[in-house]
């Protein structure tokens, strides 16, 4: 049985809602890329990463995430030029989602988003276990079983579901891009090479100590 599912940030001054959430609507995945460590890194936050450097994630349908509060907080920052957007709350730095561009219909939440509400449910509840984790060459200290190797029943369900909110028309309305003009609705930031360079040694395999 599908939920809407209420979210906001750490300091609740971004407010929004997930609408239809069930373990068949979403994906959700562990991802230990080293991108994904660095973005937590930048903002402060990497205390949301596992003990081996993951991100939970669950990959949602554009059109079924929203914000109704404090949507002039939203901000993103793009490690490289083609990078993915990696939206946050600039008032407290919580993640909000990660996009590649309005014509791949998928936002990627970090789960943290939704265990911040008054209430909230255990995302296992909502969503289930993740499915898999990704790019585990990334992961700190011995990658978790099953996450270096591509995971082709995992990627297969990410195509799918892909696919699915594409054809479905799930792309639209995007919490984060413009339809008309496909732009950002909100700043965005790219970071120097100085200052990704800076991040990489927080990163990966062995990390230096933050």
């Not at 914000?67 to 939206?87: K, N």
């Not at 996450?147 to 792309?171: E, M, Q």
Request: charged letters at 20%; a positive charge; glycine letters at 10%.
């Amino acid at each position: 049985m599908s939920r809407d599912v209420e979210l906001q940030c750490r300091c609740g001054k971004i407010h929004g809602w997930l609408r239809d959430a069930a373990p068949d609507t979403v994906n959700r995945v562990v991802c230990y890329c080293d991108d994904c460590q660095a973005f937590l890194h930048h903002l402060g936050r990497a205390e949301l990463l596992d003990e081996h450097g993951g991100s939970d994630i669950v990959q949602v349908a554009p059109s079924t995430l929203s914000f109704d509060r404090g949507i002039e907080l939203i901000t993103a920052v793009r490690l490289t030029p083609e990078g993915l957007y990696r939206w946050y709350a600039s008032c407290c730095k919580t993640p909000l989602g990660n996009t590649v561009s309005p014509q791949l219909p998928f936002v990627g939440i970090i789960t943290e988003l939704f265990q911040q509400a008054p209430g909230a449910p255990r995302c296992d509840e909502v969503f289930g276990a993740p499915r898999g984790g990704i790019l585990g060459k990334f992961a700190i200290g011995n990658p978790p079983p099953g996450s270096v190797k591509p995971n082709v029943r995992l990627l297969a369900r990410t195509i799918r579901k892909l696919l699915g909110w594409k054809l479905r028309g799930k792309a639209w309305p995007h919490p984060f891009f413009d339809r008309a003009s496909g732009n950002p609705k909100y700043p965005v930031t790219m970071l120097s090479t100085a200052e990704r360079d800076a991040l990489r040694s927080l990163c990966g395999p062995r990390p230096a100590r933050a």
